[in-house]
């Protein structure tokens, strides 16, 4: 019977929380809405960010060119606006959606890993427990092989950030953000020249 109860007091715990960040979302959509049918909604949409426009992201890759057989890096360096925080790739509830980065990797190229950051640890009003979140600046980076068979010459790797905004009071709907990696492919053997140091010579 304790056991049992204590399962219970979980669950309804867990509830409480997945009706929480419901809620807050909704909030969020209705004052997205109120803000676009009301006389003053230009001057509030400067305080209340679209989904996608939360997170300002910059892309590079770690050298130039990039050789065939030769394994190389892409770092996405995001920027969160002041006053919100977006969700880490590890979330502490499973109704929270997690940050992510997908490529598009075309014939030759191979992903091996991806590398999220560290996440903090902060407390909200809408929710009950601790949130595992991304504020300010943080960088995810890829490593990827390019294969003998990856194509010559200048290339485009299409990649999608997906991400969750909250400030301080709601969340704001999930955004997928479309970005794109540039390279250029050259032949085995070819010198490639170490770019963007500062960004890829920090292990995290």
Known sequence: MIRRGAEF??????????????????????????????????????RLLKPADVVRSEVYVSVEPVPRGRRFEIAVVGAVAPGYHVQASKVLEDYLIPLTLTAELPPGFTLV?????RALMRKFPFAQKLMAVYEGKFTVRMTLDAGADAALGALKIPL?????????????????????????????????????TDIFSIRK
């Open 160 to 196: 999608t950030l997906r991400h969750q905004a909250c400030n301080e009071q709601l969340c704001l709907p999930p955004a997928k953000v479309p970005l794109t990696a540039e390279l250029t492919v050259a032949p085995a053997g070819t010198p490639a020249k170490p770019v963007h």
């Open 113 to 117: 890993d991806t590398r999220y950051p």
């Open 9 to 46: 007091a979980e669950s309804k715990r867990s509830a409480l929380g997945l009706v929480a960040s419901l809620a807050a979302w909704a909030a969020g959509l209705s004052l997205l809405a109120a803000i676009n049918n009301s006389p003053a909604g230009a001057q509030e949409a400067t």
